[in-house]
């Protein structure tokens, strides 16, 4: 009997790695595709910026958004930044792209403003890669002067983990970077392992809730409680919170509740492309400024 079970533990053991050594191969595969396919994106110019607007809980108006990145892949369509940043960042390829991010986000928040659009502050998703390059500061810099854009409508995001790191190199970074008037904002917060005496030493401007807390704001005692710690954090240390992925009224209901100050989700809008970004900030006339999503109609 013994024997038969060793047998079993043995070929299923087998077995099991083969499999795990195909799926390795797999993803192998898979990845040096997208990497390789992320270098043509570069070079004919795939990536694209979609924004996302975020409004103020209280009002509903659009306050600031959000630039995300978007591949027009010529064989699978679009594709969202959560579907091929993890495989630019392991390629090291990030770097290249998110000088194009920087550098597009940039220009075409100038270029609204030009136009006479409301100005809106545009915040830009940093990977930490990019973050621990020493070069970043001068980049922004660069960023910044090519476009014309004043600093203070730009909002740099990184992520606690990322913080985390380094974090007397990180704080210097960011230090230089707020110096020069741009924003800085802490995304994801409360997934990551950020010490609470450590998220002084850093200059920032706003506190992200993660939207897994966000997800079950009404139906888990836990997420709220969370969610309301985050506020209450974020008050103490005088900084704006924004909840992200708010997808029902509810949700949006007990954050204006809470008196979080920003709200961004599907519910109030999507990330889109510039031309529907323009409709909209042109549909909300300076005085109708209030209440344009359908999300907070009748809330
Ligand atoms: P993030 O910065 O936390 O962005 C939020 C993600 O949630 C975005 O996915 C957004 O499209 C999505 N989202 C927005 N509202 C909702 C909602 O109501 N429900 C749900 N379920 N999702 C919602 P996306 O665009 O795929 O981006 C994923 C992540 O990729 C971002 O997370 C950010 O960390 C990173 N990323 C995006 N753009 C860039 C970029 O230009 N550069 C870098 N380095 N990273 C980027
Ligand atoms: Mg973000
Ligand atoms: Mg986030
Ligand atoms: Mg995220």
Redesign the pocket.
């Known amino acids: 009997n013994a024997d038969a079970a060793m047998y079993v533990a043995k070929s299923s053991g087998r077995n099991s790695f083969q499999f795990f050594t195909a799926d390795m191969n797999a993803r192998v595969r898979e990845f040096l595709r997208v990497e390789n396919d992320l270098r043509s994106a570069l070079k004919n110019g795939e990536f694209r910026l979609h924004y996302?607007p975020q409004f103020d809980a209280a009002s509903g108006e659009i306050l600031a958004m959000?630039?995300?990145?978007r591949w027009q892949h010529p064989q699978r369509g679009l594709l969202?930044?959560?579907?091929f940043?993890r495989v630019a960042e392991e390629s090291g390829l990030?770097e290249e792209i998110?000088d194009w991010?920087l550098n597009e986000a940039c220009r075409q928040a100038r270029e609204w403003q030009r136009r006479g659009l409301k100005a809106l502050p545009v915040s830009?998703?940093?990977?930490g890669f990019?973050l621990y390059r020493r070069d970043i500061v001068a980049k922004v810099g660069r960023a910044l002067q090519s476009s014309g854009l004043e600093p203070r409508w730009l909002e740099l995001?990184v992520?606690e983990s990322v913080l985390m790191q380094d974090v007397a190199r990180v704080a210097g970074i960011l230090q230089e970077i707020r110096g020069m008037g741009v924003k800085l904002a802490l995304?994801?917060f409360g997934t990551g392992y950020s010490s609470l005496a450590y998220l002084q030493r850093f200059p920032l401007s706003r506190l992200k809730v993660d939207?897994t807390f966000v997800r079950d704001i009404s139906v888990d005692d836990n997420d709220a409680a969370i969610c309301k710690a985050i506020i209450a954090l974020a008050r103490t240390l005088g900084l704006q919170v924004v909840a992200?992925?708010?997808?029902t009224p509810q949700q949006l209901a007990f954050l204006r509740e809470h008196r979080c100050d920003l709200v961004?989700?599907?519910?109030l809008g999507?990330?889109m492309a510039p031309q529907q970004l323009e409709l909209l900030l042109g549909a909300q006339g300076p005085e109708e400024s209030r209440g344009v999503s359908r999300g907070f109609r009748g809330v």
């Open positions: 996302q959000e630039a995300l990145i969202l930044a959560g579907q940043i990030i998110g991010v830009v998703n940093l990977s990019q995001e992520t995304d994801d939207q992200e992925g708010v997808e961004q989700g599907n519910l999507a990330a």
